[in-house]
């Protein structure tokens, strides 16, 4: 089972930040495109942000200007830079990686917004 793990979550005041961080094996990072999903309670699960191999990046407008998603080639690791986060935000977020009709899921990570 090829696993992602995410890390980063926590508790944040409205207004600030955090960083997601989810390391992939080099098999799955090297040909994947990479994203981040999020799911709050009693809601589906979201696309936030998505990166291809080659660096180009998706955003979902409730998090464009707000929300950077990058990838390290040499760590094998994709970010979620999160700005000005607001008590919406709140959410579990999933790491995943998705090659055609492949999609792969990490355990999720939570992130409370909230003063």
């Known amino acids: 089972q090829v696993q992602l793990v995410e890390s980063g979550g926590g508790l944040v005041q409205p207004g600030g930040s955090l960083r997601l961080s989810c390391a992939a094996p080099?098999?799955?990072?090297?040909?994947?495109?990479m994203g981040w999903y999020r799911q709050a309670p009693g809601k589906q699960r979201e696309s936030v942000a998505t990166?291809?191999?080659?660096?180009?990046?998706n955003y979902a407008d409730s998090v464009k200007g707000r929300f950077t998603i990058s990838r390290d080639n040499a760590k094998n690791t994709v970010y979620l830079e999160m700005n000005s986060l607001k008590p919406e935000d709140t959410a579990v977020y999933y790491c995943?990686?998705?090659?055609?009709?492949?999609?792969?899921w990490g355990q999720g990570t939570q992130v409370t917004v909230s003063a």
């Open positions: 995943t990686a998705n090659l055609f009709l492949d999609r792969r």
């Open positions: 080099r098999s799955i990072f090297s040909n994947y495109a």
């Open positions: 990166i291809t191999t080659t660096g180009s990046t």
